[in-house]
Nanobody, 126 residues
Framework: QVQLVESGGGSVQAGGSLRLSCAAS????????MGWFRQAPGKEREFVAG????????EFADSVKGRFTISRDGPKNLVYLQMNSLKPEDTAVYYC???????????????????WGQGTQVTVPS
């Protein structure tokens, strides 16, 4: 089992940047693919970005491609989501997720069963 704690959320003007961090507990961080999801008011939670346990592959939602990057720091048990050129439609609660990685699947599909953090709010006023 792994526990996840997100940080770095806040309010930023459109066009600005934020970096979210996710700290994972335990010694098994390297076993997990990691991801970021978000949920806006009145909407379902959606996949934003994911990274394999090696860090060698990433996947992004079309809505954030070219603006967001995901990275991980193995020794520090951290995952980051760098968000640039933020838009009002990026406003949501952002959740970190961890899941065991399996071969032959897209990264986003791995998170059908996952561990979740408590979320951090990102607000981009219109």
């Amino acid at each position: 089992q792994v526990q996840l704690v997100e940080s770095g959320g806040g309010s930023v003007q459109a066009g600005g940047s934020l970096r979210l961090s996710c700290a994972a507990s335990g010694r098994t961080f390297g076993l997990y693919a990691m991801g970021w999801f978000r949920q806006a008011p009145g909407k379902e939670r959606e996949f934003v970005a994911g990274i394999t346990r090696s860090g060698g592959s990433t996947e992004f939602a079309d809505s954030v491609k070219g603006r967001f990057t995901i990275s991980r720091d193995g020794p520090k048990n951290l995952v980051y989501l760098q968000m640039n050129s933020l838009k009002p439609e990026d406003t949501a609660v952002y959740y970190c997720a961890a899941t065991y990685e399996s071969s032959g699947s897209t990264i986003s599909s791995l998170f059908a069963s996952a561990y979740w953090g408590q979320g951090t709010q990102v607000t981009v006023p219109s």
